[in-house]
T-cell receptor
Framework: KQEVTQIPAALSVPEGENLVLNCSFT??????LQWFRQDPGKGLTSLLL?????REQTSGRLNASLDKSSGRSTLYIAASQPGDSATYLC???????????FGGGTRLMVKP | DVKVTQSSRYLVKRTGEKVFLECVQD?????MFWYRQDPGLGLRLIYF???????EKGDIPEGYSVSREKKERFSLILESASTNQTSMYLC???????????????FGEGSRLTVL
């Protein structure tokens, strides 16, 4: 059964820092991977979707990479801002591209 | 922009009541999902639907049922609410897979249900 782990569970950084959030998965036979952001008490907002044939995706200050062979994905946030404070979750699709397994999330706090 | 709308942001119900949670998406997505999210347990899949009138059990279907009579609407039903069903419920949708491409999953704002 696929297991998805996000380390660290919580992270606090000063504004302006570049930071990396990690996501690891046990079964490398995944179809693709999606990163989400969740604000307290709200739903999940899609940030980036990396298809199985891709190695990375970029959107603004965000860059996500995928290394299926090592079972890892990273989300890079450049020049962090207080508005980036949220919980970030990764989710991997099974090999058929149907079901997702979510990680537990990294709670990010960016201090002014 | 894709919009997934959940009809109620907050609900308070009593044990034994029948509860309906409604979800509507406006992007003609084939696939729709219901999750619940609890501290320490993360997101768990309750039911999903690949198309109208189709439904599949997820990881924790006990105590729940679903209805998908129209493509845009996916309803979650708690036949007899219990206190252990107090949770945040999240609806999501995405387009059907197209060849080797799987579409993005989009979530609603969530419905926080409290069962007393």
């Amino acid at each position: 059964k696929q297991e998805v782990t996000q380390i660290p569970a919580a992270l606090s950084v000063p504004e302006g820092e570049n930071l990396v959030l990690n996501c690891s998965f046990t079964d490398s036979a995944i179809y693709n991977l999606q990163w989400f952001r969740q604000d307290p008490g709200k739903g999940l907002t899609s940030l980036l979707l990396i298809q199985s044939s891709q190695r990375e995706q970029t959107s603004g200050r965000l860059n996500a990479s995928l290394d299926k062979s090592s079972g890892r994905s990273t989300l890079y946030i450049a020049a962090s801002q207080p508005g980036d404070s949220a919980t970030y979750l990764c989710a991997v699709y099974d090999n058929a591209g149907n079901m997702l397994t979510f990680g537990g999330g990294t709670r990010l706090m960016v201090k002014p | 922009d894709v919009k997934v709308t959940q009809s109620s942001r907050y609900l308070v119900k009593r044990t034994g009541e029948k509860v309906f949670l409604e979800c509507v998406q406006d992007m003609d997505h084939e696939n729709m999902f219901w999750y619940r999210q609890d501290p320490g347990l993360g997101l768990r899949l309750i039911y999903f639907s690949y198309d109208v009138k189709m439904k599949e059990k997820g990881d924790i279907p006990e105590g729940y049922s679903v209805s998908r009579e129209k493509k845009e609407r996916f309803s979650l039903i708690l036949e007899s609410a219990s206190t252990n069903q107090t949770s945040m419920y999240l609806c999501a949708s995405r387009p059907a897979r197209s060849g080797s491409i799987t579409g993005e999953l989009f979530f609603g704002e969530g419905s926080r249900l409290t069962v007393l």
